[in-house]
């Protein structure tokens, strides 16, 4: 959430440029959990500033 946040982004945009659900991102900052299949965009997400999906 706090790189999100840094990035100025809603859930819906970040979920967006991940290329996941928003009820993903909401699950994930909620802390209930990650699934396997989120994980790679997700660390390309983050790897890249969020300017791409990757």
Do not use: C, F, Y
């Amino acid at each position: 959430m706090k790189t999100r946040r840094a990035r100025r982004l809603n859930q819906s945009r970040a979920a967006e440029q991940i290329g996941v659900s928003i009820a993903m991102i909401s699950r994930i900052e909620a802390g209930e959990g990650l699934h396997v299949a989120s994980v790679l965009p997700i660390l390309r997400w983050l790897d890249t500033g969020g300017n791409s999906r990757g």
